[in-house]
């Protein structure tokens, strides 16, 4: 299992982005992320497989006014410098429903 816990998170594609910073406890992975770009707050809460596979329940308040929840099942991969792109299958659901895929990539300072 990859440990998460304090592994920093962005979409790459989208530097104004919130950094979401994981936690971690057993299998239990969880954060919570701040403004930046159309996102004022948001957070996930999701389980871990063996494989380091998550699959998350998550929220949002966008800058619209827009509250969003979904679910998302995340495969990690690993780049050539180490880092890890989570891979991204997400479902939004009521008045916002949607479905896409999209990634988010390791903050290294």
Known sequence: MINYDGRRFRKPESPDAPVSTYRQKDDLVWAEFGAGGSIRRGSLTGLCSAEGVVSFAYTMVMTDGRVISGHSVNTPEY???????????????????????SAIVEVVD
């Open 79 to 101: 780049l050539p410098d180490g880092r890890i792109r989570l891979n991204e299958v997400w479902e939004r659901y009521g008045p916002n429903a949607e479905r896409g895929v």
